[in-house]
């Protein structure tokens, strides 16, 4: 499905990122996706974040690497070995779920300013 419209949403706390990506890439509530996912109260791996996708009815594969400007996906980030970060990747725009209210349109600039380094994009399958 052609994703026409992105309602986005904000994290609640330090661990739900990838709730929230879901949540804006599938067009479903926060709700809807937290209801999905097995674990509660830490950050979703990447094995967790395909099989939540998954159950709501989308399956994705992860590509390694830069996004080119026509993706759109979650894109996975990297801090260093344990502090991981997703944010949405809409054809060359980044919205982060801690501040989506800021629309970044330069992912090199975002994930510099951020101190992130892109790992790769899940797409849909």
């Known amino acids: 499905r052609e994703l026409v419209v992105v309602h986005t949403v904000t994290m609640r706390d330090e661990a739900d990122c990838a709730v929230c990506c879901l949540a804006m890439l599938l067009g479903k ?8 996912c097995r674990r509660r109260g830490e950050g979703l791996s990447d094995y967790q974040l395909r099989r939540v996708a998954r159950r709501l009815g989308c ?29 949405v990747y809409l054809r060359g725009i980044v919205v982060d779920p801690r501040a989506p209210d800021e629309l970044w ?16 994009l899940w797409v849909r399958k």
């Not at 509530?29 to 999905?36: F, G, I, N, S």
């Not at 399956?59 to 944010?87: K, N, W, Y």
């Open 59 to 87: 399956a994705m594969r992860f590509r390694c690497g830069a996004p080119d400007d026509d993706d759109v996906g979650i894109l996975s980030l990297e801090r260093g070995e344990d502090d991981t970060h997703v944010a």
């Open 105 to 120: 349109i330069d992912v090199d600039a975002y994930a510099r300013d951020r101190g992130w380094t892109v790992r790769g």
């Open 29 to 36: 509530t926060y709700a809807d996706v937290l209801a999905a």
